[in-house]
């Protein structure tokens, strides 16, 4: 799963500066072969490109653990553009079997 919200207080940062910080925020799952379990990891990114079978989610009664009430959901591959220390697209591939929606 591919969890993908915007952070509107790096937003609001950037609107008092000049420089401007990646606000996309990108959480998804992989398997990490050495510890044998699966993993999270989050990037910030400037752009998604997203896929046709991505859904939003909005529950107000139940955030994510970040706070964000509002999100999109996908299994699908994504690229992200304007990563952190990268100069290239950084792609996430499709979820394999094992990681189903919640």
């Given at each position: ?15 008092k500066r000049e420089e401007r910080e ?21 990037k910030y990114c400037m752009e998604v490109?997203?896929?046709?079978n991505a859904r939003m989610v909005y ?44």
């Open positions: 799963m591919k969890i993908i919200h915007i952070n509107k207080n790096i937003i609001q940062r950037n609107a990646p606000v996309v925020r990108v959480e998804y799952d992989y398997w990490d072969r050495k510890a044998r379990r699966q993993k999270t990891q989050t490109e997203l896929p046709a529950r107000p009664d139940r955030p994510r653990p970040c706070g964000a009430k509002l999100w999109i959901e996908t299994k699908s591959r994504l690229v992200l553009h304007g990563v952190k220390g990268r100069k290239s697209p950084l792609r996430l591939e499709a979820c394999d079997a094992w990681d189903l929606w919640d």
